[in-house]
């Protein structure tokens, strides 16, 4: 049951989100409604899919199946998160040389843009009060890994994952 559960709950994922980290707010709530992982479980999770290579998506789909119900169960939210876009690339294909200049299909791709960047918002929100207020206490170091990070590639424009590992590297040393 719980493999059928997952299925369809990456098959929902997949079809309410647009990839990237837009994905992450519809698995948090996935995750903790079904009470599958905790926060801090999700975020770590997160974490480990973005430095791993691939899509975000189909990494969270696979580490979070595996926690939830073994490797089968990563196999079967992999899949559940790859249905939609595999059908929806497939129709799409068909159907793209008449749509590629229709004004409704400009307008709605336009629309969809906002909401992909407030749900970018509300999971840098979530992961922020998760990371910098765990159980609600101020972590000021999580602050200024966070900030060293932002800055590293906002200044000097080093890779994603360049800036993970001098993350990591300044976590283990201002943490511990």
Not at 49 to 57: C, I, N, Q
Not at 65 to 82: D, F, P, Q, Y
Request: aromatic share 10%.
């Amino acid at each position: 049951m719980v493999y059928l559960q997952l299925f369809l709950s990456f098959m929902k994922i997949g079809f309410t989100s647009f990839g990237g980290l837009s994905m992450v707010s519809v698995i948090n709530q996935e995750m903790l409604t079904h009470g599958w992982m905790t926060q801090q479980e999700i975020g770590d999770i997160i974490a480990i899919a973005e430095m791993t290579p691939g899509s975000l998506g189909i990494n969270c789909a696979t580490f979070a199946g595996i926690k939830t119900a073994g490797v089968l169960g990563g196999i079967v939210s992999t899949l559940g998160v790859m249905v939609p876009s595999l059908s929806l690339c497939l129709i799409a294909a068909v159907f793209i040389a008449h749509f590629r200049k229709s004004r409704f299909i400009t307008d709605l791709l336009s629309s969809v843009r906002p909401v992909c960047l407030g749900l970018i918002c509300a999971t840098a929100l979530t992961l922020m009060q998760s990371n910098f207020l765990p159980g609600w206490s101020f972590c000021w170091q999580a602050v200024v890994i966070a900030a060293a990070a932002g800055f590293l590639m906002w200044k000097f424009k080093l890779s994603i994952p360049v800036v993970i590992m001098i993350s990591a590297a300044l976590g283990l040393l201002i943490v511990r």
